[in-house]
């Protein structure tokens, strides 16, 4: 009997092994997709610490990357919108250089306080990005063809209203402040970051509306077939990107002092391969906030690493061409594992309702077979009874 028990016991544990292997190397296989970025990440600051301590491994430096950078983490994210229900938008550089252009001259050349300003400068930014989703969503127009449109349509009002030249008198210093004043030992451009972290984060990833964006963008039919508000959604998240973007350029603006006519699109390139890049980790093969942020400061850490060594500036734009490449292919490649794996358990699960199927099956004819049998039994036994 102990030698049955032992034996029965030896089964489960090998029956367990294999899934206990499986599970195992599921884990590790999903921590190192989710933290990847962030290992390649601490490994450019240890290097480049170690081969620049002394210009690169400084808190000067780190803070500079930090809030040279703002800028395009609000691109970046405010991006997320428009590519998580599907979109493109190549109209947030040329809002973010309107943004800038108007709050400075509305102050400088218009005489408006800094509040006014401001209000007036996102109602702005927010009517051009509820103009691209109503020319997506209305007339049918291609979002990346619409917004192209609708940012060299904006590059031209910058220019126009500027005069081509930089305006830098008569800006409040109150309105300077807004980006450099420190709190709490961090400047307050940062704490902005980190605020609109946290809103993305939330609203993406604990509210319904972000599940519902990511349904539109996964599958548009089926949203509208369950009841989502396609186009709404669409023109939301076209005027959250432009919106996002527009509070971007009021803080370079507040940084600089000043209003620059030929600033914005230059930050572009860099938000598309932050966002594709971020796809890649924390929620590998989806648009996500945390690791659109990642990836803005790997490539800004790498870029100033190179900076460091001696690289020329030039290597900036190599890096942000590269970025962009290789966080389009890792995140498509993603998305295939994804469903791939999908298919993989959905099949496992089939297969195994399959078998529990045919075991009822064959257990049903035996357990049959053998109540026919103790019947038979039965009724011979009240035969011989009946002789005797």
Known sequence: MPASGATSGEAVATALKPSSRRALVSLAYRLASQLSLVAVLAVLVIVFSTLRPES???GANFEGIGV??????FAAIGLLAPLIVGELDLSI???IGLSQAMVVGLMAKEGLSVPVAITLTLVACLFVGLVNGTLVVRLGINSLITTLAVGSIL????????GGTVISENVPLSFQGIANNDFLSLPLAIWYGIALLVV???LLSFKPLGRRMYA???????AELVGIRVRAITVGAFAASALVSGIGGIIIASRLGSAQPELGPQFLLPAYAAAFLGATTIRPGRFNPLGTVVAVYLVAVL???LQNVGVPSWGEYMVDGAALIVGVALASWLVKLREERARRDQLRVFEESAREVSAGLAAGPAASGAASGSSGEHKL????????
Request: proline share 0%; charged share 15%; net charge positive.
């Open 200 to 202: 993305f984060e939330v």
């Open 303 to 305: 870029v100033a690493g």
């Open 155 to 162: 590059y031209g009002v910058v220019i126009w209203y500027t």
């Open 216 to 222: 539109v963008g996964g599958n548009r039919r089926a």
């Open 381 to 388: 036994g009240s035969r011989e009874v009946g002789k005797t």
């Open 56 to 58: 690169f491994f400084t």
């Open 93 to 95: 550089g040329y809002v």
């Open 68 to 73: 040279n950078q703002i800028v395009v983490v």
